[in-house]
């Protein structure tokens, strides 16, 4: 595990234990009833190649490799988490389909996160394809706080994940290179701290590519 790769995973925030036992049995309902409608909500959609894993109550406190162990993934670099950037240069003047003050960005916990790239591409991305001539000043991006993204989500931080989103018309940032690691499979959060959700990349297009943005946002 690389320098980088053990200060992403330590910066984590953590979820407290749960000790009291109503405290537990609520949380096992939970858990039991997002797999329920994850299941419900892929098969609806005709997507047959999820995998919903319940890591344990300390994934976050463990390794990127114990963590690849968990998943049973052939490599790190299909893990991923979700987060939601807040573009607070954001002009409200602007009225376009993928100009937004929020993003769902899913992230690589293998490859650096770099706002200003993501920045960049977005705006290259609007640009060329509705020939338009924001500026850079129109993006600067910032990870939301914790209440604005659970009001979007309508999840809490280490569960955020793109599917079943509070907010149905968010877009969603894809990393690119995601295509270029066979087979294009990746892991993503589920709804819960413990669920993680597998997902083929042709799939993941087919059930939300309408309001996903590919880009470049590798930093290696």
Do not use: W
């Amino acid at each position: 595990m690389s320098s980088k790769e053990e200060k992403k995973v330590e910066d984590e925030e953590y979820e407290a234990p749960l000790t009291d036992p109503k405290e537990i049995l609520k949380h096992r309902i939970s858990l039991d009833l997002m797999k329920t409608r994850l299941t419900e909500y892929f098969l609806k959609n005709n997507i047959y190649s999820y995998h919903i894993v319940e890591a344990p109550s300390d994934y976050y406190h463990k390794t990127l490799e114990e963590r690849r162990v968990i998943l049973n993934t052939h490599t790190k670099d299909i893990i991923c988490k979700s987060i939601i950037l807040e573009n607070t240069a954001y002009d409200e003047s602007i009225k376009n389909e993928f100009y937004q003050k929020y993003y769902l960005t899913v992230v690589q916990y293998t490859n650096e996160f770099n706002a200003e790239k993501i920045a960049k591409n977005l705006k290259n991305f609007i640009n060329d394809k509705f020939n338009l001539k924001l500026a850079n000043k129109h993006f600067h991006f910032r990870l939301a706080k914790n209440e604005v993204a659970f009001e979007m989500t309508g999840f809490t931080f280490n569960a955020i994940g793109p599917f079943l989103m509070k907010c149905k018309d968010m877009k969603i940032l894809f990393p690119k290179n995601l295509y270029e690691i066979y087979p294009q499979y990746f892991f993503v959060g589920g709804g819960e701290y413990e669920l993680k959700v597998g997902m083929c990349v042709d799939d993941f297009m087919k059930l939300l590519g309408k309001n996903t943005i590919v880009l470049d946002s590798a930093t290696y």
